[in-house]
C-alpha cells in the first residue's frame, strides 16, 4: 500500500498487523503467513460468515518493477494465494502494449471496477490469470488438491483469458478480487465505497452508518431512475471508449508500415510502402524480383488493370541528395524489359526516391531534383517518397494514380503542416506545376 493514502477521505479507517479486524469491511492485501496476517484475515472470513454477509477481499498479483527474465520451468511470474492454502491465482505477465476489454455480462459493480482499471496508464502491466491447486509429495507419494471454487472474469486480454478477476469459493460467502499491480489505490478505494460495498455487502455499510452509503431502499423512484440512467450511461461510454481505441490501434497498425517505409525505410520495407500505395490507390502491382526471380528487372510493374498503360517502377532510399544517376538504373530496365516480358509491353517507367531520409520529414526539398537542366531533360517520372506519403495520408487516390501512370492528375489537397513542404513555413509545392506533369505533356518516353 502507498504511504500517505487518504483513507477518511474515502470513509475508510484502516486497520493494521495486530488489530482487531472482526468488524471491518474488506480485506485488502491480507497475509497468509503466520504473523503476518493471516491471524487478522481469518478472524475478518469468520466474522463475516457468522454476520451472514460477503467478505470482499481485494489482492493484488505481480511486480511492475520486477522485468528479470522468466521462470523457465513455468509459464507462470506471479501468484496470490486465495482461498484454503490449496488454492492460488497464478499470473503470467502479458507482452508490453496489451489493452484489455471488458467481459461479457458483468453486474453494476464489477463493471465500474472494469471502466476505473481501464484508465491505467497505457504503459501498466497487466498479467493473465489462472486458477491453481497444489500438489504435495509425501511418503506416500504425491497428492494432488484441485483449486477450489471458479474465476469470474472482469477484463480479459485479446484471447479471453481473464486479466482482473474476482474467485469466488463453492460456498459463494466470499468475493475475492484479483487485480494488477499498479492499480491507482484512490480509485480503488473509490470504487470499494461507492459500488462493490453497495452492491455486495451493503449491511457492512448500514451498520458503520457511512455517510458515503446511499441506500436504496431509502430512495425515491425518481432518485432510483436518474442514478440507473447514469449507471447505464458509464457503461456505454466504456463499452464506446474500448471499441474506439481498438479501431485506432488497428487503424495506426496498418498505417505505421506505410508511414515508416515511405518516410525512413530503405530496401524491402520502402518497396513494400510502395506497392501498399499503389494498391491503396485502386492500381494493380506485381513484385518483379518474384515474379522473374531475382534482381533483373525494376522493383514493381504497376497497371490500372490488365491493359495497359503499365509502369515499371525503381525505387530508392539515400540518406543524403539523390545522385542524378539513378536514372539511369531506371533506364537500363526499361530497355532491357522487352526481352524480358515481350507479352507486356511499358508505357514508360517511375523512379521512386526516398531522398534525404536522414532528415526530419519537415526540413526535407520536396523535389528528388532541383537541377533545372536535367529536370528538363527528365526521360522518366520521379516522384519523391514524400509526395506519394502526403497523398496516401490525404486519400488522395486520384493523385497516385496519375502521377504513377501518367495521366493528367488533380491537385492534391494538401493537409497543415503538410511533410512535403521544404522547409518549416514554405508552402507545398503545386502539382499543377510540378515538373513531372510538365514531364508528362512532353515527348520523352522510353
Known sequence: MP?????????????????????????????????RGDDERDRFL?????????????????????????????????????GDIFTSVAGRRLPAGSRPTIAPDLGAADRDLAIRLLTRPPDAPWWTLDLHGATLSGSNGQIHHPPEGQLE????????????????????DQRWYVIPDATPWDNLLGWLIHSALPAYAPAVLRRARSPH????????????????????????????????????????????????????????????????????????????????????????LVSAGDAPPRQLVEIKAVGGAAQESLVGHLQRHLDTWPQLRPDLPVTGGVLVVNHQHKLPPAERPAQVYTRPEFVASLPVTVLSSMELFGWWRAGDWPAIRSAILGAEPTAAPVPPQSPTASHPGQAPPDPSRSWWRRRRSGTATA
Not at 477521505?9 to 495486530?18: D, K, V
Request: aromatic share 6%; net charge negative.
Open 46 to 82: 469468520a466474522a463475516s460468515a457468522r454476520r451472514g454477509e460477503l467478505a470482499l477481499v481485494i489482492s493484488v498479483i505481480g511486480d511492475v518493477d520486477d522485468d528479470g527474465p522468466r521462470r523457465v520451468l513455468s509459464r507462470f511470474d506471479a501468484s496470490v494465494q486465495v
Open 213 to 300: 452509503f446511499i441506500d436504496p431502499d431509502l430512495q425515491t423512484g425518481d432518485e432510483l431512475a436518474a442514478r440507473l440512467a447514469l449507471t447505464e450511461l458509464k457503461a456505454r461510454y466504456a463499452e464506446e471508449k474500448t471499441l474506439l481505441e481498438q479501431q485506432l490501434r488497428a487503424a495506426e497498425q496498418r498505417a505505421e508500415p506505410v508511414r515508416y517505409g515511405l518516410l525512413y525505410g530503405s530496401g524491402d520495407d520502402l518497396v513494400a510502402a510502395v506497392a501498399a500505395v499503389c494498391t491503396a490507390a485502386g492500381l494493380h502491382t506485381v513484385a518483379l524480383d518474384q515474379d522473374l526471380g531475382g534482381t533483373k528487372s525494376a522493383d514493381l
Open 153 to 172: 472474469p472482469i477484463l480479459v486480454d485479446a484471447l479471453g483469458d481473464p486479466v482482473v478477476a474476482a474467485w469466488v469459493p463453492p460456498a459463494g
Open 3 to 35: 504511504a500517505g493514502l487518504d483513507w477518511a477521505r474515502h470513509g475508510f479507517q484502516p486497520r493494521w498487523l495486530g488489530m482487531e479486524t472482526s468488524d471491518c469491511a474488506v480485506a485488502i492485501e491480507p497475509g497468509h503467513f503466520s504473523g
